[in-house]
């Protein structure tokens, strides 16, 4: 394991901040969907025009071809200038590129990746089911081969940007017959297919980015599945490694801007008591500082796990462990805002009304992409050898 950077990845360091500092939007990301789409594309297309799109990607697949150390210091100095998140374009820069790199082939390949890198295709994901969610194997969702087509039938839950998505990563049941994980197919769907119904999910928070989908007899060419039929399974755990790799980076340092920002907070709120401000409360400085130091033990997780995961062409279960370590310390620097901020000021409509929807919205980083239970489970088969534990009769 290697921590250190080179000279050259230092000066690299310094590029990527100068143009972050020029070319980083400063209007506030709009909050309706078509809005916020056009708003996620044209960033992706500024950055793609700047030499800045798919860093690690490599040159046949128009990127640049760096490294994940190069990838790593992107995504730092991303989060530290407080550039706009994916939004729309997160499933198909972090999940349906990567996959089509590691797996796809020349035409998909050739069709996609330009489109993916200008911010012209807006992907979303097919996985969860109502059924099958942390157990995605159960999924019951159903494609037929007819001729040279798919007819797939069934439902998804939880899509993210549906609504507005071009594409989307589909799994789907092909074979029923043996175990399930080896009767599953990984397939492109066009959202614009007959058949497909996309419903919208009011979320905690208020907001309407997730969708249920609905497929009836929709028909999908066989060109579009990725890798081999029925072996979607392994095309699917490489899909959720790349989400568990260096697209966390943003979030954690946003969980470092949070604490500044948390900080700054309690040194200007007054205390419960109605004497001093929150700063002065010994819990409230030692829940910041454990915090903060938390932070650092995140990023010093990450750092290990990319330098290990440069051996490799695909990510390893250990991103795993970064997952759930974020997904859990996130929901604590929340909850430290609401304590600092105290229950009779929790007005949504309020100028720290942001800190409620930034905690509503933080219980998603234990769900998404795997519950912490499963990610528990990941960890401790992948990644420590355990046995898998016998059901009870």
Not at 116 to 136: M, N, T, Y
Not at 218 to 240: F, H, K, Y
């Amino acid at each position: 394991m290697d921590l250190s950077f080179t000279q050259e990845q230092l000066m690299f360091r310094d590029e990527v901040r100068s143009w972050l500092a020029d070319y980083t939007p400063r209007e506030k990301r709009p909050s309706d969907g078509a809005a916020a789409r056009a708003f996620d594309s044209a960033w992706q297309l500024t950055q793609y025009e700047g030499g800045w799109a798919g860093l690690a990607w490599p040159e046949e697949a128009g990127g640049r071809g760096l490294s994940l150390i190069h990838q790593l210091i992107w995504h730092e100095e991303y989060g530290r200038a407080g550039a706009p998140p994916p939004g729309f374009m997160f499933i198909a820069l972090n999940h349906g590129g990567p996959t089509l790199i590691a797996k796809g082939n020349a035409a998909q390949k050739a069709f996609h990746l330009p489109r993916i890198l200008r911010g012209e295709s807006v992907w979303c994901q097919g996985f969860s089911e109502p059924g099958a969610g942390s157990d995605l194997a159960s999924l019951k969702t159903r494609a037929v081969i007819e001729g040279d087509e798919l007819v797939v039938t069934g439902q998804k839950i939880w899509t993210s940007y549906a609504a507005h998505a071009d594409y989307q990563e589909l799994l789907v049941r092909t074979d029923a017959s043996g175990p399930k994980q080896a009767g599953i197919t990984w397939v492109i769907c066009d959202m614009r297919s007959p058949g497909i119904t996309v419903r919208p999910i009011r979320t905690i928070n208020n907001d309407y980015h997730f969708n249920e989908v609905f497929y009836d007899s929709v028909r999908i060419p066989l060109a579009n599945v990725v890798g081999e039929v029925n072996d979607g399974w392994a095309v699917a755990q490489a899909t959720l490694a790349f989400e568990r790799g260096t697209a966390m980076i943003p979030h954690q340092m946003a969980l470092s801007r949070e604490l500044d920002e948390l900080t700054a907070l309690a040194k200007s709120i007054p205390a419960p008591s109605g004497s001093g401000t929150a700063w002065e409360r010994d819990d409230i400085r030692t829940r910041i500082a454990t915090a903060r130091a938390e932070v650092y033990a995140l990023k010093a997780m990450t750092y290990g796990a990319i330098s290990r995961g440069q051996r490799d062409n695909v990510p390893g279960a250990e991103g795993a462990i970064v997952a759930l370590y974020h997904g859990e310390l996130a929901q604590r620097v929340q909850r430290l805002a609401l304590d600092i901020i105290d229950d009779d000021l929790l007005d949504r409509d309020s100028a720290r009304g942001e800190w409620i929807g930034r905690y509503l919205d933080a219980f998603k980083y234990t769900i998404g992409g795997g519950t912490s239970q499963v990610r528990r489970n990941i960890i401790a088969e992948r990644v420590l050898g355990l046995p898998r534990e016998k059901a009870l009769n």
